[in-house]
């Protein structure tokens, strides 16, 4: 089955500055690359995702990019500030037509100081 | 987004009880609906997955007459842990996924379950 390995588990930055956390999934089926993030208590929230069609998307603060030779793809979160701490997931999934059954990594705690 | 609501946010429960807990999809039809259970500082581990009208697929390990999955309609599953014990204490979560397949799933807010 597919493994999505995930790293670093923990990251600290200051506010202002970048952060990137980064994925390899094993499956090259996978076609489908979630993030998201979850606070403490709180189901998780989907902030981006992208295809396998394309290489990279961006959303304001917010980056992905995909390397599918490589088997990896990587969030990146400019211009962090303290409410972007938290716990982010990616995920990998092969979207067949049942549905989205999504594997995980283990998680990455972000957390901005001030 | 779609809305995804999780029913109850907590629960505590006797042990030898069991808790039943709904997922809806407020607005869109979910075809399909995925059950996880996180412990703390942990990943979301798939526990099973379900289509309207039939029967529920189960991770390998998770025990289905343990985890009841019922999804009766496109718009409410309900898992029910039967017999709870103190190590079924956990987070639980479901995504749902509606028509067409290419959308993505989205998650209820979860579910703490504490078994005293």
């Known amino acids: 089955g597919e493994n999505v390995e995930q790293h670093p588990s923990t990251l600290s930055v200051q506010e202002g500055d970048s952060a990137v956390i980064k994925c390899t999934y094993s499956?090259?089926?996978?076609?489908?690359f979630p993030w998201y993030k979850q606070e403490l208590g709180k189901g998780p929230q989907l902030i981006i995702d992208?295809?396998?069609?394309?290489g990279e998307k961006k959303d304001q603060r917010i980056a992905v990019t995909l390397n599918k030779t490589a088997k990896h793809f990587s969030l990146h979160i400019t211009e962090t500030q303290p409410e972007d701490s938290a716990v982010y997931f990616c995920?990998?999934?092969?979207?067949?037509?049942?549905?989205?059954?999504?594997?995980f990594g283990k998680g990455t705690s972000l957390l901005v100081t001030p | 987004g779609a809305v995804v609501s999780q029913h109850p946010s907590w629960v505590i429960c006797k042990s030898g009880t069991s808790v039943k807990i709904e997922c809806r999809s407020l607005?869109?039809?979910?075809?399909?609906m995925f059950w996880y259970r996180q412990f703390p500082k942990q990943s979301l581990m798939l526990m099973a997955t379900?289509?309207?009208?039939?029967?529920?697929?189960?991770e390998q390990g998770v025990e289905k007459d343990k985890f009841l999955i019922n999804h009766a309609s496109l718009t409410l599953s309900t898992l029910t842990v039967t017999s709870a014990h103190p190590e079924d204490s956990s987070f639980y979560i479901c995504?749902?996924?509606?028509?067409?397949?290419?959308?993505?799933?989205?998650f209820g807010q979860g579910t703490r379950l504490t078994v005293v």
């Open positions: 995504s749902a996924a509606g028509q067409p397949s290419n959308t993505e799933a989205f």
């Open positions: 499956d090259s089926a996978s076609n489908y």
């Open positions: 992208i295809r396998s069609n394309v």
């Open positions: 995920a990998a999934s092969k979207g067949s037509n049942s549905g989205y059954a999504l594997n």
């Open positions: 607005d869109f039809q979910a075809t399909t």
């Open positions: 379900s289509n309207e009208g039939s029967k529920a697929t189960y």
